[in-house]
């Protein structure tokens, strides 16, 4: 009898391991997304301290980082992050390499971000966008000097009656902004829609002038990433992983909102042609189009005849944007010249 109940016992313990082991295999799909969502986490949280180090950086002494400070760096352009990082080195090949070594490290976590973000929830994404928005805001100019050229050619035609088309920058060299400025001998690049909108900035004092134009610069940004929202979902895309794409990019977050760029304008109307096109509002699409080429005019936006002409799908639609609208993040390194 105990013979018998012993050799049921081992019999059963038997079946129990391989069924022990299925389940462990079970898991493993499981426990990987888990990993993968734990990894994009961390990475969201590195971006966001990278980001804060880089101003950091920028804002404790001139520097290469920011280029306006070798003339002059005020309290109101240092920002109010300025003097938290008084270990920051004094040697400058120095800084470039921990600069280089920053970037391409929060370019390695930007990656690591997209190749998780299905496994991420939405909030903590918009999250760290938001966050890197007001780090950004609060830097200083990065790496560029376009924010005191802007406001340059504004206060040329606002304040000293000189046409920016016809006129360079020299003539107004008493001015309290030229200082700040690089292009002396340049007419102005821009497109009149984009200067007329700097001539509300001319009444204002240099700081503050530059601090509207800054908070313009973000809040246009995050037009952006809201209208890159609403457009993933009209083609049935993940919008986390479309704004992660967009709002996360490093290259974005240094020199378009931490170079205060004003290419964010521009394409905050390309989106907005693309998403009334994707509602087939192809008229007023069509006039978006245009007063982004107003803004800047490297946005080379071709005619959107082709649409009227094919009522598809959304997503059809979409690519056709993409083909022709060479500022859609495929072709914009191309097609937008700096500046």
Same mark, same amino acid.
């Given at each position: 009898m105990t013979v018998t109940r012993s050799s049921t016992t081992a019999t059963q313990r038997t079946l129990e391991l391989p069924a022990a082991g299925t389940r462990a295999w079970a898991d493993l799909p499981r426990i990987g997304r888990l990993a993968a969502a734990a990894l994009g986490y961390l990475s969201l949280v590195a971006i966001v301290g990278t980001s804060l180090a880089l101003v950091l950086a920028a804002a404790e002494r001139h520097s290469f980082l920011s280029p306006p400070s070798h003339v002059g760096f005020p309290r109101w352009m240092s920002g109010p992050l300025a003097g938290l990082l008084p270990g920051l080195t004094h040697h400058g090949h120095a800084l470039k390499v921990e600069f280089t070594v920053a970037v391409a490290g929060a370019f390695v976590l930007y990656l690591v971000v997209l190749a998780s973000v299905r496994f991420l929830r939405a909030w903590p994404v918009l999250a760290a966008i938001g966050a890197v928005h007001v780090i950004f805001f609060l830097?200083?100019?990065?790496?560029?000097?376009?924010?005191?050229?802007?406001?340059?050619?504004?206060?040329?035609?606002?304040?000293?009656?000189?046409?920016?088309?016809?006129?360079?920058?020299?003539?107004?060299?008493?001015?309290?902004?030229?200082?700040?400025?690089?292009?002396?001998?340049?007419?102005?690049?821009?497109?009149?829609?984009?200067?007329?909108?700097?001539?509300?900035?001319?009444?204002?004092? #240099?700081? !503050?002038?530059?601090? %509207? $134009?800054?908070?313009?610069?973000?809040?246009?940004?995050? =037009?952006?990433? @809201?209208?890159?929202?609403?457009?993933?979902?009209?083609?049935?895309?993940?919008?986390?992983?479309?704004?992660?794409?967009?709002?996360?990019?490093?290259?974005?977050?240094?020199?378009?909102?931490?170079?205060?760029?004003?290419?964010?304008?521009?394409? #905050?109307? !390309?989106?907005?042609? %693309? $998403?009334?096109?994707?509602?087939?509002?192809?008229?007023? =699409?069509?006039? @978006?189009?245009?007063?982004?080429?107003?803004?800047?005019?490297?946005?080379?936006?071709?005619?959107?005849?082709?649409?009227?002409?094919?009522?598809?799908?959304?997503?059809?639609?979409?690519?056709?944007?993409?083909?022709?609208?060479?500022?859609?993040?495929?072709?914009?390194?191309?097609?937008?010249?700096?500046?």
């Open positions: 830097s200083p100019p990065l790496l560029l000097t376009d924010i005191f050229n802007y406001i340059n050619y504004a206060r040329m035609g606002a304040v000293h009656g000189l046409n920016p088309y016809v006129h360079v920058p020299v003539l107004v060299s008493q001015d309290a902004a030229y200082r700040f400025t690089t292009w002396h001998h340049l007419r102005s690049p821009y497109g009149p829609l984009f200067t007329l909108g700097t001539y509300a900035l001319a009444p204002f004092p #240099l700081s !503050v002038a530059y601090w %509207v $134009y800054k908070l313009s610069v973000m809040c246009a940004s995050l =037009g952006c990433i @809201a209208l890159v929202w609403k457009c993933a979902r009209l083609v049935g895309r993940s919008p986390t992983a479309a704004v992660a794409f967009v709002g996360l990019n490093p290259f974005f977050l240094v020199y378009g909102l931490g170079g205060q760029h004003n290419d964010v304008f521009m394409m #905050l109307l !390309v989106l907005t042609g %693309v $998403y009334l096109m994707l509602r087939r509002r192809e008229e007023i =699409g069509g006039a @978006a189009f245009a007063a982004a080429i107003a803004v800047k005019a490297s946005c080379r936006v071709r005619s959107p005849g082709p649409w009227e002409r094919s009522r598809g799908s959304a997503s059809s639609r979409l690519r056709y944007s993409a083909r022709t609208c060479p500022t859609t993040p495929r072709r914009a390194s191309s097609s937008c010249r700096s500046g």
